[in-house]
Each structure stands twice: as C-alpha cells, then as structure tokens.
C-alpha cells in the first residue's frame, strides 16, 4: 500500500484530534477521507504531509516515514493545502513556475497553467484570483511535483461547477496513471463522484474504509419514475417480478438491477408511449451510507 | 544544501521584497530620509565634531535594523499566517536552505541600503574618516544576525497583525532611544546607561569605529553576544505555522 497508517493518534494538550486510525490507500486509486469538519481529516494528512508528529501509532507513505524520511518524500509528494499557502502579491506564472522549479521534475509550469485552465489568470497576483482559481492555483502547485503520491485537502471547496470539473478531471487523471491520492472532503457529492475507496472519519474515529463498492449497499431493487397510475400488475407479469407503486409516478422493481432489466422496462414503457422520467439502480448513496454508518455509532 | 535550491528562493524571496513598497519604504526610503534631513539641518545633539560622522554610522545602523529585523520579521510573519512557510515545507526545499536564501536576500538588500545611503552621505559632505573601514563588514554582519534573530523571534510566535504592531513599534522606539541616531550619553539617566548594552548601539559604535575612527571596544563583544544569542532563542521557539 502506497499510504498505511496505523494505529495513529494525535492529541493537541487534552483534546483528542485522531484516535487510533488505521487505515491504507493502494497505489493508482482515489482514496477520499470523509468526514464533518473536525472529524480529524486534516490532522491525519498532516501526519502523513510530515508536518505534524502522531502522538502515538505509525504512518508510511511510499514505505517512508514522513518525519524520518522527510527529505526522500517531499521530492515525490504533492501536496494541495485547504487553503493559502501563497503570498497575495505573487502572480500565478510566478508561483507555479517557482515550484516548478524547487521539485525539479521536469514539469512545465506553463503547461500545467493552461491544463488547469487558469491561462488568463497567469499574470494576475493571488489576491486578485476568485476562491475557485486560487484552489486550482493550489492544485497545480500540487501537480509541480510530478507527484507518486498526492494529499489533496478540500480540493472544490468554494470552487464553480466548471472548475470542479477540471480538478476532478485531474484527479481522475492522475489515479489512471499511478498517482496514490488521498482527498479529504465533507462534501459527499464531491467524495461520491471522484473516490475508488473511501475513509468515514467522525469524532477522530475511522469508522470504516475499503473500496467504496464495500461500503456501499446494494438494495438489489431497481427503481424508476414515470407517469402516476402505471399498471404495474401488467408490468409485473412482462418482467416477472413484484412492481411497488410508490406514488406520485414512483416505482420499485424487487429484482437485482441489471442492464437487461432496464432495457426491459424501458421497452414495456416504449410500447405503452410512457415516459421514463428517471432511474435508480439501487444503490445506496454514499451520504445514506455516511449517515447509516455513523448513525450506528452513535 | 542545494545551491540551485536556494537561488531559486533567493530569486523569490528579492521578488517579494521588490514587490512589496512598505518594505521598500521601511528600508530604503525611511534612512534616506533620516539621513538627509538630520544631514542638512542641525537639530540632534551630535556634539562638536562633524555631524556626519556620527550621523552616517548611525543611519547604516538604522538601515540594518529596518532590513533584518523589521522588514524581514514583518514579511516571515505574514508568510506564517499566509501559510506560505507551511507550502514551502511540502517542497524539497530544506529549512536551511529557506534561511540561508532570506538571509541573502536581506544581505542584498543592504548593499543597495549601503550604496544609496553613503552615495547621499558623499553628496552631503561626507568625507569616511574610519582608518578600519573593512570593520563594517563583520560589524554589519553581526548586526543582520543579531536583529534577523530578534525580528524572527517576534515573527514566529506573534499573530500575523500583532507582529506587525510590535516590529513597527519597537523599531520607532529603537531609532528615537536605540543610541544609533541620539549618543546615548545625551539620553536621560538609566534609559542612557541602559542603551550602552543595547544591539543598537553597540552596531552603531562598531560601525562607527570602521567609518569615523570611533571607539569600538567593548561594543564587538555586546553586539557578538547578541549575534549569538537571539538567532539561538529565534530557532528555538519559531513556530513555522
């Protein structure tokens, strides 16, 4: 595993940040840690970073200890703040092309400014850039590194739908080729659309974290929207399944959801000049989920 | 320690510095000023000598403290709260290497303040009487190291604002009571014999001793200790975010 942390506690004086967190994230995959702010995202990156000491318990990344091997990881390492982290009078060619140039990784600065969209804003200062390019700012100084591995804390935060796209766009890209990334967020839509696994933190406590597929529940029920008043007992018969009317034009198939099963549904619907106004393959969301899990914590 | 690691940050660091006009005016303009006017009009207790040549080391001395104390803890303290030191950590860049291209940026810096400031003293009658002028190198330097590390203390252990207050504040107390500009022999009482110990003065006096044949003496080995000590405490208690 490119990140494994183990056992990891942090403490600020009595206050208990993490409490015995463990968990891994594999190479070339996007690992989201989730959790409400407070719940001790930030302080676990920041061990895994090398900017803060675990109290107690071990962290590697890349098979290197972020404090030990401090020198070895930041040459290898992305990181993207959850906020800050440039001077306000500095322009953006600078900056990029700056740590572009500390990393030394043969990343062109000029090239991962209009990869990021941000050309137009090259020689404008940071204090003159929108929330949303100032997080895609903090992304390419990320990106400067050539990263094996990435700690992305709050990537969309405050960002528009367009930039969201672009940086999920990225992270999707660097996964595909071989990046490690880890991604803190609270937004659930956010965590949902970008992660391969997933991390639920709450009060300091993993309270699960595998492959997002694990975490999931599959209701083995395929749902739709049409038109009210539907006969589902004709329905049923051409499927050969139970059809639930929900109301207000709801329904629900008890049959695992299958390509071939929507085809189905949507060609009985074709044939009666019904409309289908939506879909849903039964899978638990990622906020139920959250909300399931940590509501069994409580 | 990589030298291409800390030209780059020397790089960034005077791009900063040129960028940002209340340091321009806090280390540049504010001696010129200084200078120029105490310079032209008769109005500090300078004593029966020429007038320069207590008001040249002095101002230089002034100059020091504006650049390493002043405007370099003002900048380190908004680039804390800026978390700029914090990105930076993510980097390769090592720590030394981030100080050693401050430390740089503000050595330039004071040889651009030196330039101008004995350019404008030339022009006002000036004439270097110091038989041991190569002495403002070393007084110089234990000067920077000495106020860097008071500037940096400050800087790493106030908020960014509050910071701000306080390099500002105390520097106008050191210009007005620090004994570079004002003998500390005019001062009132214990603030005089007080300002004796002081980094300020014992700078003033060193560099006086290499421009205008001043007594040095025991001010090497006050300014020395204060090189010594406050860099120490600086790197011990700096916090980077």
């Given at each position: 595993m490119s990140v494994a942390v183990n056992d990891l506690t942090v403490r600020y004086g009595e206050v208990v940040a993490v409490d015995r967190a463990s968990f891994t994230a594999p190479e070339g995959a996007v690992t989201v840690v989730l959790g409400p702010n407070g719940a001790g995202k930030t302080s676990t990156l920041e061990v895994c970073e090398g900017f803060r000491s675990a109290t107690s318990g071990t962290v590697t990344v890349l098979g290197l200890d972020p404090r030990r091997n401090?020198?070895?990881?930041?040459?290898?390492?992305?990181?993207?703040?959850?906020?800050?982290?440039?001077?306000?009078?500095?322009?953006?060619?600078?900056?990029?092309?700056?740590?572009?140039?500390?990393?030394?990784?043969?990343?062109?600065?000029?090239?991962?400014?209009?990869?990021?969209?941000?050309?137009?804003?090259?020689?404008?200062t940071w204090?003159?850039?929108?929330?949303?390019?100032?997080?895609?700012?903090?992304?390419?100084?990320?990106?400067?590194?050539?990263?094996?591995?990435?700690?992305?804390?709050?990537?969309?935060?405050?960002?528009?739908?367009?930039?969201?796209?672009t940086i999920r766009a990225i992270v999707?890209?660097?996964?595909?080729?071989?990046?490690?990334?880890?991604?803190?967020?609270?937004?659930?839509?956010?965590?949902?659309?970008?992660?391969?696994?997933?991390?639920?933190?709450?009060?300091?406590?993993?309270?699960?974290?595998?492959?997002?597929?694990?975490?999931?529940?599959?209701?083995?029920?395929?749902?739709?929207?049409?038109?009210?008043?539907?006969?589902?007992?004709?329905?049923?018969a051409h499927l050969g399944s139970v059809v639930a009317d929900y109301g207000s034009g709801t329904y629900e198939i008890a049959h695992a959801p299958s390509a071939d099963l929507v085809a189905r549904v949507t060609a009985w619907l074709d044939s009666m000049t019904l409309p289908l106004h939506g879909i849903d393959m039964g899978h638990e969301s990622l906020e139920s989920a959250y909300r399931r899990i940590t509501g069994g914590a409580q | 320690m990589s030298l291409r690691r800390v030209i780059l940050q020397f790089g960034s660091e005077w791009n900063v510095i040129m960028r940002n006009g209340e340091q321009l005016l806090l280390t540049l303009v504010i001696p010129m000023?200084?200078?120029?006017?105490?310079?032209?009009?008769?109005?500090?207790?300078?004593?029966?000598?020429?007038?320069?040549?207590?008001?040249?080391?002095?101002?230089?001395?002034?100059?020091?403290v504006s650049a390493a104390m002043v405007s370099l803890g003002?900048?380190?303290?908004?680039?804390?709260?800026?978390?700029?030191?914090?990105?930076?950590?993510?980097?390769?860049?090592?720590?030394?290497?981030?100080?050693?291209?401050?430390?740089?940026?503000?050595?330039?810096?004071?040889?651009?303040?030196?330039?101008?400031?004995?350019?404008?003293?030339l022009l006002l009658g000036w004439?270097?009487?110091?038989?041991?002028?190569?002495?403002?190198?070393?007084?110089?330097?234990?000067?920077?190291?000495a106020f860097a590390g008071l500037g940096l203390l400050l800087a790493g252990r106030l908020r960014a604002e509050v910071n701000l207050a306080a390099q500002n504040g105390l520097y106008i107390v050191l210009v007005l009571a620090g004994g570079m500009i004002v003998p500390p022999d005019e001062l009132p009482g214990v603030l005089g014999s007080t300002v004796e110990w002081l980094p300020t003065h014992a700078l003033a006096a060193c560099l006086s001793q290499a421009l205008s044949n001043g007594p040095g003496g025991s001010h090497w080995w006050i300014i020395a200790a204060w090189a010594t000590t406050l860099p120490v405490v600086a790197a011990r208690r700096f916090r980077w975010w």
């Open positions: 401090r020198s070895l990881l930041t040459s290898q390492m992305g990181v993207m703040l959850q906020g800050g982290g440039v001077y306000p009078s500095a322009r953006v060619r600078d900056v990029v092309r700056h740590f572009c140039a500390l990393h030394g990784r043969g990343v062109e600065a000029d090239g991962l400014i209009e990869r990021l969209g941000l050309s137009g804003r090259a020689g404008s204090r003159r850039l929108s929330g949303g390019e100032q997080q895609r700012v903090s992304l390419a100084l990320a990106l400067a590194a050539a990263p094996r591995v990435a700690f992305l804390d709050e990537p969309t935060s405050g960002v528009d739908i367009d930039g969201r796209d999707a890209e660097l996964a595909t080729g071989g990046t490690t990334v880890v991604l803190a967020t609270h937004e659930m839509d956010e965590a949902e659309r970008m992660a391969d696994h997933v991390v639920m933190f709450r009060a300091g406590r993993v309270l699960a974290s595998g492959p997002i597929a694990s975490i999931v529940r599959q209701r083995n029920r395929l749902g739709f929207r049409s038109s009210p008043g539907l006969d589902v007992a004709a329905l049923g | 000023v200084l200078l120029g006017f105490f310079g032209a009009v008769e109005v500090l207790p300078l004593g029966d000598g020429d007038p320069l040549g207590v008001l040249v080391p002095g101002v230089l001395a002034v100059a020091v003002i900048a380190t303290g908004f680039e804390r709260s800026y978390l700029v030191l914090k990105r930076l950590g993510a980097t390769p860049l090592h720590r030394g290497e981030l100080v050693v291209a401050k430390a740089l940026a503000v050595s330039a810096v004071e040889v651009v303040q030196a330039t101008l400031l004995l350019g404008l003293a004439r270097g009487a110091g038989t041991d002028i190569v002495l403002a190198v070393p007084a110089v330097l234990l000067g920077t190291l």
